[in-house]
């Protein structure tokens, strides 16, 4: 029987524990805002932003998509009205994303059925722990403060 490295386990048990959080959370976000993790994902993103919107490419870079990947995240959101597209007056190879009155009041109600599902799971957590644990996993996915 060959033994596991401490950092293969830290690995196995984060990949486990994102994949019972999401579907916790796909499952309760859609069903009660008809949004998925990933939908979330973006609305809080952009919500954090100064002005409420990102460069493409930094939201991209933020959710751990591509170029694509984003653009195909974002269509949908756009056709409901939830996030808008603005070009750079300057650079029009530059495009934003952008939250909208909706996606900023949606994102609200969200966010509050989010928080009682991430308190839920952390409840036996300390708050030092959950400190700990928010810093080492900022570090593992390379966040710092320009891209929190």
């Given at each position: 029987m060959s033994t596991t490295s401490t950092s293969l386990e830290l690995c196995l048990r984060l990949t486990r524990a994102y994949a019972v959080l999401t579907r916790r959370l796909d499952s309760k976000l859609s069903s009660?805002?008809?949004?998925?993790?990933?939908?979330?994902?973006?609305?809080?993103?952009?919500?954090?932003?100064?002005g409420s919107r990102l460069r493409r490419i930094d939201l991209a870079e933020r959710m751990g998509l591509t170029a694509s990947g984003v653009t195909r995240t974002l269509l949908?959101?756009?056709?409901?009205?939830?996030v808008g597209r603005e070009s750079d007056p300057r650079d029009a190879r530059v495009g934003y994303a952008t939250l909208t009155p909706a996606g900023e009041e949606l994102h609200g109600y969200a966010l509050a059925s989010a928080e009682v599902i991430c308190q839920d799971a952390t409840q036996?957590?300390?708050?030092?722990?959950?400190?700990?644990?928010?810093?080492?996993?900022?570090?593992?996915a390379g966040i710092n403060a320009a891209n929190a």
């Open positions: 009660v805002h008809g949004l998925s993790f990933s939908d979330f994902m973006v609305l809080h993103s952009l919500s954090r932003a100064e949908p959101l756009e056709k409901i009205g939830l036996a957590v300390s708050g030092e722990q959950l400190a700990a644990v928010v810093e080492l996993l900022g570090g593992l």
